[in-house]
C-alpha cells in the first residue's frame, strides 16, 4: 500500500462546477498537508496548506483534513478554464529533516 | 513572492554525454534543495536532498555517480547527469526549501528541465 493515494484521474468538468479533489493516507503521523497545482510542462506551485485537521479557505479553493479518516480534500468552487492543471496533494511529519510524500497527482480540466 | 529560477528548461544531448542543470534561489538563502525526476503523467521522484556545504543525500536507487549534485552556495545548486544514456530522458525539477516560522517551510519549485538523451 502506498503511502498517499490520489486517483489520477483525468477529471472533466464543465466551467463553473465544483471540483472535488482527495488523497488518502496511511501514515498517522503526518501533519502537514498540502496541495501543489503543476500546470504543463512547470514545476508545482504551492496552493494551500493545512496543519493537522481542519479546513481553510483561500478564494474559490477549500482544504480539508480529516485525520480520523486519513483522508483530505481540496474544493475548488466555481471552476475556471484557468484552473485546468494537475493536482498534487503531499504530506509531511512535524520536526527536522522531514521528508515531503507525494501523491500521484489529478488532472483536471475545466471546459468552457 | 519567492522565485527559484532553473536553466536551462529544455536540453537535448547525445549520449554519453554529460548535462548539468542549475537551480537557483533568488529571493533567499536556501541551505537545503531538493532534486526530483518526473515521468509523464507521473508524481514528483525525490532524488536527492542537497545540503549547502555538505554531500548530497540520495534516495535509494538513485545513483549518485550518476547524478552529480554540488550545492555551493545558499543560492545555487547544481545536478549534473554524467554519460547519459536515453532512459535518463525525463522532467527535472527542483525546489528550495525557504525556513517559516511556525514550523512550515515552503517549497518553492523551479520550472523544470525537459532533458532528451538521443
Known amino acids: 500500500q502506498k503511502e498517499v493515494e490520489q486517483d489520477p484521474g483525468p477529471l472533466s468538468v464543465p466551467e463553473g462546477a465544483i471540483v472535488s479533489l482527495n488523497c488518502t493516507y496511511s501514515n498517522s503521523a503526518f501533519q502537514y498537508f498540502m496541495w501543489y497545482r503543476q500546470y504543463s510542462r512547470k514545476g508545482p506551485e504551492l496552493l494551500m496548506y493545512t496543519y493537522s485537521s481542519g479546513n481553510k479557505e483561500d478564494g474559490r479553493f477549500t482544504a480539508q483534513v480529516d485525520k480520523s479518516s486519513k483522508y483530505i480534500s481540496l474544493f475548488i468552487r466555481d471552476s475556471q478554464p484557468s484552473d485546468s492543471a494537475t493536482y498534487l496533494c503531499?504530506?509531511?511529519?512535524?520536526?527536522?529533516?522531514?521528508?515531503?510524500?507525494w501523491g500521484l497527482g489529478t488532472s483536471l480540466a475545466v471546459n468552457p | 513572492g519567492a522565485v527559484v529560477s532553473q536553466h536551462p528548461s529544455w536540453v537535448i544531448c547525445k549520449s554519453g554525454t554529460s548535462v548539468k542543470i542549475e537551480c537557483r534561489s533568488l529571493d533567499f538563502q536556501a541551505t537545503t534543495m531538493f532534486w526530483y525526476r518526473q515521468f509523464p503523467k507521473q508524481s514528483l521522484m525525490l532524488m536527492a536532498t542537497?545540503?549547502?556545504?555538505?554531500?548530497?543525500?540520495?534516495e535509494q536507487g538513485v545513483e549518485k555517480d550518476k547524478f552529480l549534485i554540488n550545492h555551493a552556495s545558499l543560492t545555487l545548486s547544481t545536478l549534473t547527469v554524467t554519460s547519459a544514456h536515453p532512459e535518463d530522458s525525463s522532467f527535472y525539477i527542483c525546489s528550495a526549501r525557504r525556513p517559516g516560522q511556525g514550523g512550515f517551510e515552503e517549497l518553492f519549485f523551479g520550472e523544470g528541465s525537459r532533458l532528451t538523451v538521443l
Open positions: 503531499a504530506m509531511t511529519g512535524a520536526g527536522n529533516n522531514r521528508k515531503l510524500i
Open positions: 542537497s545540503n549547502e556545504g555538505s554531500k548530497a543525500t540520495y
